[in-house]
């Protein structure tokens, strides 16, 4: 086994708790009603393209994507469609969505729905480009950046290698994990396909330390597939983070304000590996995703396969409420949003629902900076959020700019380290926002 | 009933409370040292300070800034072992008060309270008392673990307080007769401030500090290793009337200032640059006051100086932006 990498700056350790990295995926099976939101990603909405009344089956078109950053959404279940109408999402927001009634589970003809693996990648890279934007993928790590975008290299620029983010390191998820365990040789192909695509012969599987069964189960695979490696990562947070990533597995740093591809690199998470390789040999769209549903209010955790729309609070029954509930989370617990509409569907970029108990939910009382240099040490963009803290409560924004807030990647390691319990990542994304208000 | 928030939603175990408990946890030996070789006084005069430190927080809290009181976090308990660490045992107790008076309503709370103060609470409190009191606070009584009720006082001078009147003349090997031996420097058998004296007991502290991650090593390390160098190389040159770097290193407030007070969080600069820049000014300001200046001691002072330059530090060093300039 190759060495262990990591980034070199900032991170934390914090408990784990991935108590559902050892249960097998489960089908979540069918709700009654399925509500799917025709913004699932960054930017644009999808144009509504069904009518109500309209009768759908699974992987039927529902909406279409409008402009280039945007993606289509595909229907999940078979059904009648009952409304179209802006409903609330996990956080309270309103949103377009597409409400169906299931019946029965009616699948569109030219999906393949057998077992078999696909090896040979016959797709020549323009129709995968072309297949990836008619299936909907985004990035389904948590950001939803539709994935065509990532594919096609702007002029100019180069791509010489591919890494998948198998980087879990938001507490509880498991839901990667699982993936990487169980469908092992799909993302191997995924990988494939998109090296296809860029015209490349390098990708690289990143999984922390804390994955042995997966990296186990990678390795197996990686054997038969020259080009494609397994990194194993050390177990730190945010290393799934992009430019964490890139850093851990090429050395090679993100300036401020560029992506990934600036240094030729193309990241893409695991299960959006794995999206794409369902779209490009199976013609399967983007309607199902892994959630795992944990937490320590929750009896049996579970990984389930879940229809896009399935409203968590189907899930939360199937696993069953311990104790009382003081908090759900869309996502982890580290970036995840806190949820108020227990009714809101899973979208593609549902990574987990978390049940916290009441007593476990904390409160923090916020007590006066120490100046102990917590923040400092562990930014893993060697941001001082103290200093950004001490503009934002002034209202001087523009200096908090100088100090580089907008290259602050919200991982949220300051707030979770300091003692002082200061909401200082509240006060960088306070910062961000009115910067980006200003342009 | 949900409850919403913004993330994340979990945090660490840490927070001011117990990085102070750890800090109080790290201070234990050498009080246990003071108390074991100076009796019931060391013991009152820190009760005293202590008290006397946690009272003035709480009443400047309650009565002068209209905030909740701060003393739950343990910092004004810090501070006033801090401040009785750096007294001679035998203090009138009115004396003790007023330094806690100065470390917690002049340094503490008029500069805005915990986090806002410019300079250490505990050595504000210590230099006042020492300009203030000059006779009282260089009374220096010999440890003496026998007579714990301090029935048989003697007084000595210190090992800087030998170096400092020493002849210009007298050779090295005459000095060193004068004296403590190492071991009794090291365990802290030697007259001196209360906290002072013991090396091994200052070093347990610093190892728990940073086992727990309360400090880095950044400054203590550059302190004293500024100030063992500087010492080193003035050894070989002065040649006479001054002792090796060792003695220098293990007497006087050195281990405790830069373990205890130098590492102040609130008093010490925020980057790693920048810490290593305010120890590299701690150790040469502390080797210039001990060698030129009229005070045999000059970690306090020396603390002091640089804490005033925090500020400045801290515009000038800032940590490396990810993405940017890499060496």
């Not at chain 2, 130098?262 to 600069?269: G, R």
Request: glycine letters at 8%; hydrophobic letters at 45%; one cysteine or more.
């Amino acid at each position: 086994m190759n060495k262990i990498k990591t980034f070199k700056i900032g991170g934390i350790h914090p408990n784990k708790y991935k108590i559902s990295s050892d249960i097998k995926i489960s089908d979540a099976g069918l709700p009654e009603t399925v509500i799917i939101p025709v913004r699932q990603h960054i930017g644009a909405p999808a144009k509504v393209l069904v009518q109500k009344g309209d009768k759908v089956k699974v992987g039927t078109l529902l909406a279409d994507l409008d402009g280039v950053v945007s993606a289509d959404v595909h229907s999940s279940v078979s059904g009648e469609v009952l409304k179209i109408e802006d409903q609330e999402v996990s956080n309270g927001y309103f949103e377009k969505m597409i409400t169906i009634r299931v019946e029965g589970d009616e699948w569109e003809e030219n999906i393949d729905r057998t077992p078999d693996i696909i090896r040979d990648i016959e797709a020549t890279p323009e129709e995968i480009v072309q297949i990836i934007r008619a299936s909907g993928i985004v990035g389904m790590g948590g950001a939803g950046f539709p994935t065509p975008i990532k594919v096609e290299i702007p002029e100019g620029k180069k791509a010489d290698c591919v890494i998948l983010n198998g980087i879990e390191c938001e507490p509880y998820l498991t839901a990667d994990d699982r993936l990487m365990q169980e469908y092992a040789e799909q993302i191997v192909i995924g990988a494939r396909i998109l090296n296809k695509a860029l015209g490349i012969q390098k990708a690289v599987i990143a999984v922390d330390e804390n994955k042995p069964a997966a990296i186990e189960a990678l390795q197996k695979v990686t054997r038969e597939y020259i080009g494609v490696n397994v990194q194993v990562c050390a177990t730190k947070y945010p290393q799934g983070a992009e430019k964490q990533l890139i850093e851990a597995v090429t050395g090679r740093e993100v300036p401020p304000g560029c992506l990934p591809i600036d240094v030729n690199c193309v990241v893409q998470n695991v299960g959006t590996a794995f999206a794409i390789y369902e779209a490009v040999q199976k013609h399967k769209p983007l309607f199902e995703r892994i959630v795992t549903v944990s937490g320590d209010g929750v009896k049996h955790p579970q990984n389930f396969r879940v229809r896009v729309g399935t409203p968590a609070s189907y899930l939360i029954d199937k696993v069953g409420k311990n104790g009382d509930i003081g908090k759900i989370i869309f996502g982890g617990p580290m970036m995840g949003l806190s949820g108020i509409n227990i009714d809101a569907p899973v979208t593609k970029t549902t990574s987990g629902i978390l049940l916290l108990r009441t007593e476990n939910v904390v409160v923090p009382e916020v007590s006066p900076c120490i100046r102990c240099g917590t923040c400092v040490e562990v930014c893993p963009q060697g941001l001082e959020p103290f200093a950004i803290t001490n503009f934002v409560r002034n209202g001087e924004y523009q200096e908090a700019k100088k100090i580089h807030v907008l290259d602050c990647i919200e991982c949220g390691c300051c707030a979770y380290s300091c003692p002082a319990r200061i909401p200082l990542l509240d006060y960088c994304k306070l910062a961000k926002y009115e910067i980006r208000k200003k342009k | 009933m949900l409850k919403v928030s913004t993330a994340p939603h979990i945090y660490s175990q840490t927070n001011t409370r117990t990085i102070m408990r750890d800090v109080i946890i790290a201070l234990a030996p050498a009080g246990l040292v003071a108390i074991i070789l100076f009796g019931l006084n060391a013991l009152v005069t820190i009760a005293t300070a202590v008290t006397g430190c946690v009272f003035f927080e709480y009443a400047t809290c309650r009565y002068w800034l209209k905030t909740r009181p701060s003393t739950s976090d343990l910092s004004a308990v810090v501070t006033g072992i801090l401040l009785a660490y750096n007294l001679p045992c035998n203090m009138p107790i009115w004396m003790i008060l007023i330094g806690c008076f100065v470390a917690i309503i002049i340094a503490k709370a008029a500069f805005g309270g915990i986090g806002k103060n410019v300079f250490n609470p505990a050595l504000a409190g210590r230099v006042f008392l020492f300009i203030s009191f000059p006779v009282q606070m260089t009374t220096w009584i010999n440890p003496n673990w026998k007579d714990f009720l301090n029935v048989d006082v003697t007084t000595s001078a210190t090992t800087l307080g030998i170096l400092k009147h020493a002849e210009p003349e007298t050779s090295f090997f005459e000095l060193a007769d004068k004296l403590p031996s190492y071991t009794d420097m090291f365990v802290g058998n030697i007259g001196g401030s209360m906290g002072e004296i013991s090396a091994l007991a200052l070093l347990l502290g610093l190892f728990w500090m940073l086992y727990r991650k309360v400090i880095s090593w950044h400054i203590p390390f550059y302190y004293i290793g500024t100030f063992a160098l500087l010492n080193t190389i003035f050894w070989f040159v002065a040649g006479k009337a001054t002792c090796e770097p060792l003695t220098q290193l293990l007497s006087g407030g050195l281990f405790l200032g830069a373990f205890f007070m130098a590492t102040d969080y609130t008093t010490s600069p925020m980057s790693k640059n920048g810490k290593i820049v305010f120890a590299i000014g701690c150790g040469v300001l502390t080797f210039v006051i001990r060698q030129y200046g009229s005070y045999p001691e000059g970690v306090s002072f020396a603390i002091l100086i640089m804490n005033a330059f925090v500020p400045l530090i801290d515009k000038a060093f800032h940590p490396r932006i990810f993405g940017t300039g890499r060496k």
